[in-house]
């Protein structure tokens, strides 16, 4: 409930984001100064034994990262790379840190995002609050040899290579306000000093920005039923369950293949509960690929998950060519 508060603030005209400005301004100049610590040495900058990419965002919620990580993560295993995935492990509860992550990995202990970026990939992947320890332990466990890290563009302690940006290119930056007054971890002018800024479905901000569109793949049973084309459910009711940072996004895909919803929104890492996703009637129920890693015990045949695929345009894998290029010949 405070999670939806907050985002009819941030993506609205609502006034009463001018009341929280106050605790905008602290929030701005803590970020400052710890970026400043690390910008000027007070703080250290640890680098690991492999290049490091970092995706992330600078607003809170979706914008489409975790489809970008597969793509790149698929990308450099073609270029012959050997690629490990670092993230916060964001809702995993686990009482140790860092975690090393397995497609069968409890979600409670090392987070939803985490096992499905590692089911997806195919990638050895660890999680924990601090990156650096994070990449270290895999370095250390596997035979890496670049790291991706899920998010963490604000985790100046990791030294980083490659810094990409993504921003939902629907919602955009929301009122433009950090948090809580707004969605925004740091300014705009923070995209001013990445290496790529890639806009998720919508139109670029700026000449030099790039374009990311999602395609849909399969509806996944998670029972027995096997794997549908999305088409197939056309002039249905289903049930759509979305616990993620922007549901709105995953409703249209479904509704623009032709399927009337019966919609039931989650807060984004929702912990679900078998009451949760009980309807009391037959309807299909669909939901993302990132629910589905916390419901796969909890359900039956008729309860499906949507697989959906990052496309970058030409001149973000230009670039990515490039920079693998340079590692891979020491230019």
């Known amino acids: 409930m405070l999670e939806r508060f907050f985002l009819s603030i941030w993506y609205t005209n609502n006034p009463l984001a001018y009341l929280l400005l ?67 492990g964001y809702g995993g509860k686990a009482h140790h840190w860092p975690q090393q992550v397995r497609p069968d990995s409890d979600p409670v202990t090392v987070g939803d995002e985490a096992i499905l970026l590692t089911s ?30 899920d998010d963490g ?24 306000l950090l948090i809580p007054a707004g969605p925004l971890r740091e300014g705009q002018w923070r995209l001013d000093q990445v290496d790529m800024v890639v806009i998720n479905e919508g139109s670029t901000f ?30 249905q009711t289903v049930h759509a369950v979305a616990g993620i940072g922007h549901p709105d996004r995953f409703f249209t895909l479904l509704r623009n293949h032709g399927i009337t919803l019966i919609e039931h929104r989650f807060d984004d890492h929702y912990a679900f509960q078998q009451k949760d996703l009980v ?3 037959d309807l299909p ?14 359900v039956g045949d008729n309860y499906w998950f949507l697989q959906v695929s990052a496309q970058p345009d030409a001149a973000f894998v230009q670039k990515i060519y490039e920079f693998t290029e340079e590692l891979q010949h020491g230019q």
């Open 22 to 88: 106050p605790f905008s301004a602290v929030f701005y100049l803590i970020s400052v100064a710890r970026r400043s610590a690390y910008r000027y040495g007070l703080k250290k900058v640890m680098h690991l034994d492999s290049p490091v990419i970092v995706v992330g965002n600078i607003s809170v919620g979706g914008t489409g990262k975790t489809p970008l990580v597969v793509w790149l993560a698929d990308y450099l295993k073609a270029k012959g790379f050997k690629p490990g995935l670092i993230a916060r």
């Open 120 to 149: 997806r990939t195919g990638c050895p992947m660890a999680v924990g609050p601090d990156r650096f320890a994070a990449g270290k332990a895999l370095l250390a466990n596997s035979d890496c040899d670049i790291l991706i890290s």
């Open 153 to 176: 563009l604000q985790h100046y302690r990791l030294g980083r290579d490659l810094e990409i940006a993504v921003i939902d290119g629907r919602r955009r930056l929301g009122n433009g």
């Open 206 to 235: 700026a000449d030099e920005q790039m374009q990311m569109h999602v395609r849909k793949g399969s509806a996944i049973s998670l029972g027995r039923e096997g794997q549908k084309d999305l088409n197939d459910f056309a002039g």
């Open 279 to 281: 309807f009391g009637d």
């Open 285 to 298: 129920v669909i939901m993302t690929e990132k629910d589905a890693v916390k419901c796969q015990r909890l």
